[in-house]
């Protein structure tokens, strides 16, 4: 898959691809069934994605909480493993946010990226002011010259899948139904960084992870199947993870903390992809460290029992 990151100088062999259109936050149900509409509406053309970064929403509202469910190279990967062959990742910035619902399929979609097919969801909005609809797309592409299929939007459990849905399930604790909507686990991507290393001292050591600018999971302990993406310990395992701000120790930043089962090794530095399977608990403030020590044995027994199971 190649990536682009600007529509103003697309190289010929990067254009006339058949693309969906959206943001692709984590790359759910919905955005999996755009995608494919996309791939089948013209076969012979490349297959692309038009996604912005950052993402809209960061850019109108930088201080707001953070929501994204992957970051961008999360959901690069994600868009690869389906067999898009082209991510035009274009700079959200002032002036793409002032073109008018015209200048945007003109200027971007038409002359810049140069493709012959267009497919968004129903909800889709454009141009300055989410002043165009897909409607209006529907209408410029035929003035334009490409094609444009709007996407009927999917259900799951008869509720509608969405990333506002998602993120619903992962702050209650409930990644089994988030899974549902996205077509796989709830997935944290990122660099094992440097921690404090009480879980060492305590015989249960963790690879801590950032989750920063992340839609934050309901604080507590999970049931977790690990990627260890590279590095001379690359390859899969189960594991049992922390999130949240650790009580135990004070004040502390949000992170994630994850025991690999039947492990030795050091991560520092590897990439991992944690998902989400079970949750057990919320975190806890314990009387003294044996009692913290007897619970996350506690916890790991539970983790390999539900994990047998999968």
């Known amino acids: ?42 076969p012979k053309a490349p297959l692309g994605i038009v996604t912005f970064e950052p993402h809209p929403r960061e850019y109108f509202a930088p201080k707001g909480p953070s929501f994204r469910l992957t970051n961008s190279k999360s959901r690069a990967h994600r868009l690869e493993k389906l067999g898009v062959d082209l991510l035009y990742e274009l700079p959200f910035n002032t002036a793409l946010s002032e073109l008018t619902p015209f200048e945007f399929a003109k200027n971007v979609l038409a002359d810049g990226l140069g493709l012959t097919h267009v497919v968004i969801g129903a909800d889709f909005c454009f141009g300055k002011g989410r002043k165009g609809t897909a409607e209006d797309l529907e209408a410029l592409g035929q003035q334009l010259g490409f094609g444009v299929t709007i996407a009927p939007l999917v259900k799951s459990s008869q509720s509608q899948v969405s990333s506002t849905n998602i993120r619903h399930a992962i702050s209650e604790g409930r990644p089994r139904d988030a899974a549902k909507m996205l077509g796989h686990w709830h997935r944290i991507d990122g660099p094992v960084i440097g921690g404090e290393q009480r879980g060492r001292e305590l015989g249960f050591p963790t690879a801590n992870m950032s989750i920063d600018g992340l839609h934050p999971p309901k604080f507590g302990v999970y049931a977790v199947m690990v990627d260890v993406l590279d590095g001379p310990n690359q390859g899969s395992y189960r594991g049992a993870a922390s999130v949240g701000v650790r009580p135990m120790f004070g004040e502390n ?33 314990f009387d003294g460290l044996d009692a913290l020590i007897a619970q996350m044995d506690a916890d790991c027994n539970t983790c390999r029992q539900i994990l047998d199971t999968q």
């Open 1 to 42: 898959m190649r990536i682009l990151r600007d529509y103003q100088f697309v190289p010929p062999q990067d254009r006339g691809a058949s693309a969906a259109i959206g943001n692709f936050d984590g790359v759910h149900l919905g955005h999996q069934s755009v995608i494919e509409i996309a791939r089948n509406a013209a």
């Open 253 to 285: 930043q949000a992170n994630i903390e994850t025991y690999l089962f039947d492990f030795s090794g050091d991560l520092y530095g590897a990439n991992l992809s944690v998902a989400l399977v079970e949750y057990l608990r919320p975190e806890m403030k």
